[in-house]
Antibody, heavy 117, light 110 residues
Framework: EVQLVESGGGLVQPGGSLRLSCVASGFTFSDYSLNWVRQAPGKGLEWVSYISGNANGIYYADSLKGRFTISRDNTRNSLYLQIDRLTVEDTAMYYC??????????WGQGTLVTVSS | NFMLTQPHSVSGSPGKTVTISCTRSSGDIAGNFVQWHRQRPGSAPTTVIYEDDQRPSGVPDRFSGSIDSSSNSASLTISGLKTEDEADYYCQSSESGNVVFGGGTKLTVL
């Protein structure tokens, strides 16, 4: 069974940093590309970043470039998202999701990031 | 970058059929696969259609996806509506490494 479990969210002050993690199981992790997707309270889904299976391909949403860094450790079946200089607009549930040709996307349950003073 | 436009809301009665559209603003809808994701209140999204018209295992055949090049749009059709289908539905596609979501459609089963 495919499982994705995010962690690392919490309450942080504006200007702070966070590192989100997503641990995967139930599939060959390195065969899958991954995305981070966020959802602000009461809003729709917003794509944040993509990383290919071997990490050679990395993309970010144009509006978010510069403060977000995606990475992965295939030896630990883990995906990461470093977020720096957090603002209140970054308050959202952050989801990791797989993407691979010929298979449906799988989603984690999300980790909540709240930016507030 | 392109945009995907969905109706804000649709509704239908139990047992009826509804269709949710997703129109691509630029570029060819057939050039990149379209996925559809369902999000029930308080839950994470799950994929109900991938690669335009493929159903993941466990998704009933009441759900179907299609694309129409003439209108540059994709559609999600749900037949035999059930109250459990009430949720937000998002279309999604990509191009050149960028992933785009539609704004979401709230389906109400009356």
């Amino acid at each position: 069974e495919v499982q994705l479990v995010e962690s690392g969210g919490g309450l942080v002050q504006p200007g702070g940093s966070l590192r989100l993690s997503c641990v995967a199981s139930g599939f060959t992790f390195s065969d899958y590309s991954l995305n981070w997707v966020r959802q602000a309270p009461g809003k729709g889904l917003e794509w944040v970043s993509y990383i290919s299976g071997n990490a050679n391909g990395i993309y970010y949403a144009d509006s978010l470039k510069g403060r977000f860094t995606i990475s992965r450790d295939n030896t630990r079946n883990s995906l990461y998202l470093q977020i720096d200089r957090l603002t209140v607009e970054d308050t959202a549930m952050y989801y990791c999701a797989t993407t691979r040709s010929g298979t449906p996307d799988y989603w984690g349950q999300g980790t909540l990031v709240t930016v507030s003073s | 970058n392109f945009m995907l436009t969905q109706p804000h809301s649709v509704s239908g009665s139990p047992g009826k059929t509804v269709t949710i559209s997703c129109t691509r603003s630029s570029g060819d809808i057939a050039g990149n696969f379209v996925q559809w994701h369902r999000q029930r209140p308080g839950s994470a999204p799950t994929t109900v259609i991938y690669e335009d018209d493929q159903r993941p295992s466990g998704v009933p055949d009441r759900f179907s996806g299609s694309i129409d090049s003439s209108s540059n749009s994709a559609s999600l059709t749900i037949s035999g509506l059930k109250t459990e289908d009430e949720a937000d539905y998002y279309c999604q596609s990509s191009e050149s490494g960028n992933v785009v979501f539609g704004g979401g459609t709230k389906l109400t089963v009356l």
